[in-house]
């Protein structure tokens, strides 16, 4: 999927913006895990200081693999999506329809400049990244 440069615009910017504040990370773990009682399983082993920054870090990757779709999202996305598939931590489907909802709900808290048009541009995106990471599930 082909995603506009200006949606990827306004994705890179509010995510600059949530970035800026150092509690944008813990409160989206802090949504997540309050989703279900099948996420805060999945999480009962986690050090999350080590995954507050490695889910930081993913978030650009998965802007990456939107933006360069021609060169494949494998090179930016490959050990991720091996690490969720059904082979290691195997987390289903229906775990990112609650892992987007709570991120998008993390970004109304903290983007100030929140707006539909905001969370359109963070659902197209990480939407791109999800398709990828279910289609090695
Ligand atoms: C596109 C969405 C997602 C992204 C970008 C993402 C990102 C990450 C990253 C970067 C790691 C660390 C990998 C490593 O270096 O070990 C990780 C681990 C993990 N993720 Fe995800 N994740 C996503 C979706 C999910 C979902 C839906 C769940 C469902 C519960 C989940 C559960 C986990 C668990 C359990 C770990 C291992 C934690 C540990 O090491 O204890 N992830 N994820």
Request: hydrophobic share 40%; with cysteine.
């Amino acid at each position: 999927m082909q995603i506009d440069e200006r949606t990827l615009q306004t994705f890179g910017d509010s995510l600059g913006r949530c970035n800026g504040n150092p509690a944008f990370i813990e409160r989206f773990y802090e949504i997540f895990l309050a989703s279900s009682p099948k996420v805060k399983e999945k999480f009962a082993r986690t050090d999350f200081v080590r995954q507050r920054a490695a889910l930081r870090a993913s978030l650009d990757h998965m802007l990456l693999a939107a933006k360069d779709p021609k060169a494949n999202p494998q090179q930016y996305l490959h050990d991720l999506s091996e690490r969720h598939s059904s082979r290691q931590l195997n987390i289903g489907a229906e775990l990112y329809d609650l892992w987007l909802d709570s991120l998008l709900a993390t970004v109304k808290e903290f983007d100030p400049q929140n707006s539909p048009d905001v969370q359109e541009a963070w659902e197209k995106v990480m939407m791109a990244g999800i398709s990828y990471l279910l289609s090695r599930y």
